[in-house]
């Protein structure tokens, strides 16, 4: 709580900390909105992919798990430079764009997402979805109207996680970023860099603010055992 309390107190009146929110508003919505478009993505993909790898042999499976994780493992800037290098080279029209963050967010924290879904599927009786076969329901509509209901405490609490890591994700956010298209965690740098720290408290607070809501989320339903 020493770091709460230092930035509470950093940030001055409320006066003046409603100001600077009115003033950042729009780093605000960004945040928001590419961290949630991220983390709303990451849940579809993760509920696709972790489905497919049910229905493969395990060895493929692996490898696809695999694959997926060494996206977190990379560093935010090497992974920032290396799709600066790949936009610019094959499709520079894409560079510059909040696209550019949403992929980035992706690849970093997809596997999330998929080993989220996949601990619930493991916990699916597969009787369940052999009935649905039996009466001829396609894959998708298995997996539509059984399975993604079943796992739809999973699939808040994966949008959850993916939400609060692309909120503070700094690295990659400050080499793709588009001009003037600023987040939170980038507001608080460069406030820091520019010895505003008022203004930075404020950015911070707001930034704890917005990933605590969604862990508060989380928690709740692991403590209902839900997830």
């Given amino acids: 709580f020493i770091p709460l309390g230092v930035l509470l107190a950093q940030t001055g009146s409320v006066g003046h900390f409603l100001e600077v929110v009115r003033e950042q508003g729009d780093y605000i919505k960004n945040s928001l909105m590419v961290a949630g478009l991220a983390a709303t993505l990451a849940v579809i993909l993760g509920l696709l992919i972790a489905f497919t790898a049910w229905h493969t042999p395990p060895r493929i499976g692996a490898l696809q798990s695999g694959t997926i994780q060494i996206g977190y493992a990379i560093p935010g800037t090497v992974l920032g430079l290396s799709l600066i290098l790949l936009y610019n080279t094959y499709v520079p029209w894409v560079y510059g764009t909040a696209g ?7 690849i970093r924290f ?8 996949d601990a619930a ?11 649905a076969r039996s009466l001829a329901a396609s894959p998708w509509r298995v997996l539509r109207r059984i399975l993604a209901p079943l796992v739809r405490p999973t699939l808040f609490a994966v949008w959850a996680l993916v939400f609060i890591s692309a909120m503070k994700e700094l690295d990659a956010t400050l080499l793709l970023r588009p ?13 820091t ?6 203004r930075a ?21 692991r403590e209902k055992k839900l997830v």
């Fill in 100 to 106: 550019v963050l949403v992929v980035a967010y992706l």
């Fill in 110 to 117: 997809l596997t999330q997402s998929v080993q989220g879904v």
């Fill in 121 to 131: 599927l493991a916990g699916i009786n597969p009787h369940l979805e052999e009935a």
């Fill in 179 to 191: 001009a003037g298209f600023d987040t939170l965690p980038v507001r608080v740098y460069v406030h």
């Fill in 193 to 198: 860099v520019e010895a505003e720290y008022t």
């Fill in 201 to 221: 408290a404020v950015m911070a607070l707001l930034l704890i603010a917005f990933t605590a809501l969604p862990w508060m989320v989380v928690t709740r339903l």
